[in-house]
């Protein structure tokens, strides 16, 4: 079965060397929500705007329900934006301070030409509606709402054109935990609602188990281990996936986990590691670690990029 979304071999450099994605790869069927995880750098959100073309890729293919996104002209790309749409991390900034919140939801509906103004209306305050937010919230600009109130607007204006692919880049992060859980619950409706396809990035494991199907665990660049959320936090092969997952609190105050903790700084990706770049901070680490990258080894029905997999 051809995937939704195929990713291959995506890849993007900077001058001076700097390899912030570094050949991902990866399927993702249509209804299912890919959780990507990992530190701060990894390339999480690079990734995100590389799949939406908002930045260039130096190498790879990105193939929405079969069609190469990277072989579209501008024209084209512009029409095929409607199918994808990007959630932003700061409720803060992804809002135009000098735009009501009705002509901000409006504005992809204007770019795209889609129905007059009478209808433009009209969507709007539907969807204003669905988030959660007050009719009147159409007139008040940014700067008079709260952070999670900003986030239910980035989520109505994301979803106005009714996109096939949403991406959510660290959608919950800047939000007190409270807001966290209501944003989440939101979003699990719409997907269901409106048969969404997600990749949720975020470095918060809780949150990613909450709502992914499959999970890819990203390291300087590349995926390190990736499969069923299920199997993933379950049963973790790669030791940077089990140094993340032992970090998460658990719900019982009985239950204690045995904290990993990891050794230095994530290295420069100007200057990656030889072999596996993990193994400058992995507990695990042998000689041929540093010299051969490690193969995809499947463990469990899922595969790590791992000479030494498994608890």
């Known amino acids: 079965m051809t995937a939704f979304l195929e990713v291959r071999d995506l890849k993007k450099q900077y001058p001076g060397g700097v390899r912030a994605v570094d050949g991902v790869s990866f ?10 995880v990992g530190e701060s750098g990894c390339g999480k959100s690079t990734l995100a705007r590389l799949l939406l073309r908002l930045i260039e890729p130096t190498f790879g293919t990105v193939r929405l329900n079969g069609e190469d996104l990277l ?28 735009m009501s919140i009705g002509e901000a939801i409006a504005e992809p509906l204007d770019i795209h030409n889609i129905g007059n103004r009478a209808d433009r209306r009209a969507q709007v305050l539907k969807w204003l509606d669905r988030v959660g937010l007050p009719r009147t919230a159409a007139e008040r600009f940014p700067h008079e709402f709260s952070g999670g109130q900003r986030q239910r607007i980035g989520i109505a204006r994301a979803l106005a054109l009714r996109p096939k692919l949403l991406i959510l880049d660290e959608p919950v992060s800047a939000l007190d935990v409270s807001i966290q859980s209501q944003v989440l619950n939101l979003l699990v409706d719409l997907k269901s609602e409106f048969g ?48 993340l997952i032992s970090a998460v609190p658990h719900p019982d105050p009985r239950m204690k986990r045995q904290r990993m903790i990891l050794g230095g700084d994530p290295p420069n990706p100007a200057n990656v590691p030889t072999g596996c770049r993990f193994h400058p901070r992995c507990f695990k680490a042998q000689a041929i670690c540093a010299s051969m990258p490690p193969p995809a080894q499947a463990m469990l029905d899922h595969p790590a990029w791992c000479h030494f997999p498994g608890p």
Do not use: C, W
Request: aromatic fraction near 8%; charged fraction near 20%.
């Open 71 to 98: 072989a579209l002209k501008s024209a084209q790309l512009r029409e095929r934006r409607r199918d994808m749409q990007i959630v932003f991390q700061d409720p803060y900034a992804s809002l135009d301070p000098r």
């Open 196 to 243: 969404l396809t997600y990749i949720f990035i975020s470095h918060d494991l809780s949150v990613v188990e909450h709502i992914a199907d499959q999970v890819a665990v990203m390291y300087l660049g590349v995926i390190v281990e990736e499969g069923p959320s299920q199997a993933v936090f379950n049963a973790p092969q790669h030791p940077y996936t089990q140094a």
């Open 27 to 36: 399927d993702l069927q249509q209804g299912q929500t890919l959780g990507v």
